[in-house]
T-cell receptor
Framework: AQSVTQLGSHVSVSEGALVLLRCNYS??????LFWYVQYPNQGLQLLLK??????LVKGINGFEAEFKKSETSFHLTKPSAHMSDAAEYFC???????????FGKGTRLSVIA | DSGVTQTPKHLITATGQRVTLRCSPR?????VYWYQQSLDQGLQFLIQ???????AKGNILERFSAQQFPDLHSELNLSSLELGDSALYFC?????????????FGNGTRLTVT
């Protein structure tokens, strides 16, 4: 079955440290990939997306993600964490035209001062 | 602001009751999606409509139903409510519903069944 796996339900980093949130998907065909962020009491907001072309995708708020076909991964990174980055992050994959976005279970990012 | 409007923001009701959640998509978006978010299940896709027609169905219970009206707003009806239906219900919209179309989410309706 097609699935999206986010490693680590909770990641904690110090302010100014590197943020790395992991996402792997199961598919032999390169899908369309997205990262969303959810702040408390809000809906999900698109951070970035990969469709075709350059494998390194830049998003909002200094985040970027790299699509690695050989590893079926789409990890999200940010060089320097800020307190305002504390939120829940969701990786989502569109595997085919017949199914809507499949979301991972989310990773809660905490930023420590 | 995503442009997707959901009402009400909060809903508290008793078991066995019926409620209706409403969603207005972003201007120009033809596709509407409903998702349920709970702590144990994460984000679960319920149903998708495109320009008034049902396009895809996910893990939607028979007690739940939805529709998209000619003005493109959508309603999700939940009946014979159970305690386990307590969750955050999100509506999202996209322009075409294509593979590369991102979803734009509303702020959700928090349903509490007592």
């Amino acid at each position: 079955a097609q699935s999206v796996t986010q490693l680590g339900s909770h990641v904690s980093v110090s302010e100014g440290a590197l943020v790395l949130l992991r996402c792997n998907y199961s598919s032999s065909v390169p899908p369309y990939l997205f990262w969303y962020v959810q702040y408390p009491n809000q809906g999900l907001q698109l951070l970035l997306k990969y469709t075709t072309g350059a494998t390194l995708v830049k998003g909002i708020n200094g985040f970027e993600a790299e699509f690695k076909k050989s590893e079926t991964s789409f990890h999200l990174t940010k060089p320097s964490a800020h307190m305002s980055d504390a939120a829940e992050y969701f990786c989502a994959v569109n595997f085919s035209g017949n199914t809507p976005l499949v979301f991972g279970k989310g990773t809660r990012l905490s930023v420590i001062a | 602001d995503s442009g997707v409007t959901q009402t009400p923001k909060h809903l508290i009701t008793a078991t066995g009751q019926r409620v209706t959640l409403r969603c207005s998509p972003r201007s120009g978006d033809l596709s509407v999606y409903w998702y349920q978010q709970s702590l144990d299940q994460g984000l679960q896709f319920l149903i998708q409509y495109y320009n008034g027609e049902e396009r895809a169905k996910g893990n939607i219970l028979e007690r739940f139903s939805a529709q998209q009206f000619p003005d493109l707003h959508s309603e999700l009806n939940l009946s014979s409510l159970e305690l386990g239906d307590s969750a955050l219900y999100f509506c999202a919209s996209s322009a075409r519903g294509g593979l590369d179309s991102p979803l734009h989410f509303g702020n959700g309706t928090r349903l509490t069944v007592t």
